[in-house]
C-alpha cells in the first residue's frame, strides 16, 4: 500500500439559498398552519375547522375559474384585435390574473395562512403593489442573467469538468474529411465512441 499524496477532489458547488431554506420554510409553514387548525379547533369544535376549510376551497375555485375566464377573454380579444390589423389595448381586465389565481390557489390549499395571503392578494391595491414588486424583481434578474452569455457559460462548463482534467487539442482531418483511425464512410464522426 503506497501512501502518495492523493490530488485534492474539485470543491462542491455551494448550495443555493433557495435550495437550503426552501425545505426548512415549507416544513415551518405546514407547522404552522397544522398548530393554527388545532387551536382554532380546540377553541372551538372540530365541524367549524371543517367549514372553514371547505369554505376557501370553494371560494379558492371560484376565484381561480373566474380569473382563468377573465384571462381567457383577454387573450381572445387580444388575438381578434391582432388579426384585425389594430395593435392590442390593454384593458382593465387583463392584468392581475396571473396574481388573482395564485390567489385562489392559496385559499385552496388547507390552513389558515394560506388563506389569509389568498384574501390578502385579491386586494387590488395590494395585489398592484405585489405585481410591481415581482416585475421589477425579475426585470433585475433578467438584466443580471444577460450580462454573461451563453458561450461564456458553454465554455466554462466545456473547461471546468468534475474530475478536474481539461485537454486542450483540436481535430486534424486528412483529405478525405474523415478523423484518422476512423474507418466509417459518413464524413462526420460519432459524437460518442
Keep these: 500500500m503506497t501512501t502518495g499524496a492523493q490530488p485534492p477532489s474539485p470543491a462542491r458547488p455551494r448550495r443555493s439559498r433557495l435550495r437550503t431554506f426552501l425545505p426548512l420554510g415549507l416544513a415551518g409553514w405546514l407547522l404552522l398552519e397544522i398548530s393554527l387548525l388545532a387551536m382554532v379547533a380546540g377553541a372551538s369544535n372540530g365541524p367549524v375547522v371543517f367549514l372553514i376549510l371547505v369554505a376557501g376551497a370553494v371560494l379558492g375555485t371560484v376565484v381561480v375559474k373566474r380569473a382563468g375566464r377573465r384571462a381567457f377573454r383577454s387573450l381572445t380579444e387580444t388575438l381578434q384585435q391582432q388579426q384585425g390589423g389594430?395593435?392590442?389595448?390593454?384593458?382593465?381586465?387583463?392584468?392581475?390574473n396571473g396574481l388573482m389565481m395564485?390567489?385562489?390557489l392559496l385559499l385552496i390549499v388547507p390552513g389558515l395562512v394560506?388563506?389569509?395571503?389568498?384574501?390578502?392578494?385579491?386586494v387590488p391595491p395590494l395585489q398592484r403593489a405585489v405585481g410591481r414588486y415581482a416585475e421589477r424583481t425579475f426585470e433585475r434578474k433578467l438584466r443580471q442573467a444577460a450580462q454573461g452569455s451563453f458561450g461564456d457559460a458553454f465554455q466554462q462548463a466545456r473547461i471546468h469538468r468534475p474530475d478536474g482534467k481539461v485537454v486542450p487539442g483540436e481535430v486534424v482531418r486528412d483529405g478525405s474529411g474523415s478523423v484518422p483511425g476512423d474507418a466509417s464512410p459518413d464524413p462526420r464522426p460519432p459524437l460518442t465512441r
Excluded: I, R, T
Design 102 to 104: 395564485l390567489g385562489g
Design 86 to 96: 389594430s395593435a392590442p389595448a390593454p384593458g382593465p381586465n387583463s392584468e392581475g
Design 114 to 122: 394560506s388563506d389569509v395571503l389568498g384574501l390578502a392578494l385579491l
